[in-house]
């Protein structure tokens, strides 16, 4: 869980992570971004991976939040 007071932009980690045994090792894992104060808390996702088609994410309320879920090649919001 990261705890975000923005303006701030969080890049995230690679979707898929390395490849072992044909299993990427990064799918299925999970994080959760809230914004606790300030400014817009951008999230990108690393090179042109997507989080739900979308390069970016963006969250403007305060105290508002994004669980995302790596499927080993993106990013989706839960």
Not at 55 to 77: K, P, V, Y
């Amino acid at each position: 869980m990261l705890l975000c007071t923005g303006p701030i932009t969080i890049t995230l980690y690679d979707a898929a992570g390395k490849t072992e045994n044909n299993v990427a090792q990064n799918a299925g894992r999970r994080i959760v971004i809230k914004k606790v104060a300030g400014g817009n808390v951008i999230i990108d996702a690393a090179g042109t991976q997507t989080i739900d088609a979308a390069l970016t994410q963006t969250i403007t309320a305060s105290f508002g939040s994004l669980e995302l879920f790596s499927d080993g090649s993106n990013w989706h919001i839960i």
